[in-house]
Each structure stands twice: as structure tokens, then as C-alpha cells.
């Protein structure tokens, strides 16, 4: 099992209509994939981790990365896992509110170099599964 998180923001803003489009279309093909994760959005920026075999996220990583939709792609952690963390979800989606984000430190600044990817990401997602 792999795992790999990455940010980037988005090049518009998404709607909440985009947003649906957008998980329907990553549900379909993670499915296909055997890959599980979860989806973040917040004011333009996307937090995503994929799981599943090393090759088959490494791939999606990549094409993800060229996605047009979306910019400044960075890959904050990777590597092997025991377990899945999402293991019941081909892809499970939080639009974060603008609280959770606020007991995020540096969340608007996550990708920016010389940041502590690590810590902001491991709380941001402590957030989503306590709720």
C-alpha cells in the first residue's frame, strides 16, 4: 500500500456544482484504480491524499499534476502505509469552513516553500475525522 498527499490551488473558483462534477468524475475512476482517499477544498486551494498500489498512485499523482484546472502542485508527503487511511472511500470530499481552516496554522501558505507541509496537513485532516 502507498499513499501520497499533495496541495495546489485551484486556477478559478470552484462552485459547489464544480465541486460534485469533480468528485463524481474522481469516485469513477478511483473505483477503476482500487484507489481510495480524500479530497479537501478551501477558498482555492486542494489538499488530496490517494492511496493504493505504489504505481497506480504514482500515476494518478502525475496526471492529477497536469490537470488544467488546478496550479502549483506539490507533493507534501509520500511513501508506503500498512493500512488505508480511507479505506471505504473512492474518494471522500470536505469542503473545509473557514474555522477549521483558522486552527490550521500557515493553511493558505501550505505549499509555499519552507513551510511545515507535515504538521498543517496531518492537522487539517485530525479535523476532518474527528467530525
Known amino acids: 500500500m502507498y499513499y ?3 496541495t495546489s490551488y485551484a486556477v478559478v473558483k470552484f ?3 464544480d465541486l460534485k462534477e469533480l468528485l463524481v468524475q474522481a ?3 478511483n473505483k477503476r484504480l482500487n484507489i481510495t482517499g480524500m479530497l479537501y477544498y478551501f477558498d482555492g486551494i486542494f489538499i488530496q491524499l490517494i492511496e493504493g498500489s505504489e504505481a497506480d498512485v504514482k500515476l494518478l499523482g502525475a496526471t492529477i499534476a497536469k490537470d488544467p484546472r488546478h496550479k502549483d502542485f506539490a507533493i507534501v508527503k509520500e511513501g508506503p502505509t500498512e493500512n488505508r487511511f480511507f479505506k471505504n472511500w473512492s474518494m471522500g470530499f470536505k469542503s473545509v469552513s473557514p ?3 483558522d486552527e490550521v496554522k500557515y493553511f493558505k ?4 516553500a519552507g513551510n511545515n507541509h ?4 496531518r492537522h487539517l485532516f485530525k479535523i ?3 467530525k
Open 128 to 130: 476532518m475525522l474527528d
Open 109 to 112: 501558505e501550505m505549499n509555499t
Open 4 to 6: 501520497l498527499i499533495y
Open 118 to 121: 507535515n504538521t498543517s496537513v
Open 99 to 101: 474555522t477549521d481552516a
Open 27 to 29: 469516485q469513477e475512476k
Open 15 to 17: 462552485q459547489e456544482v
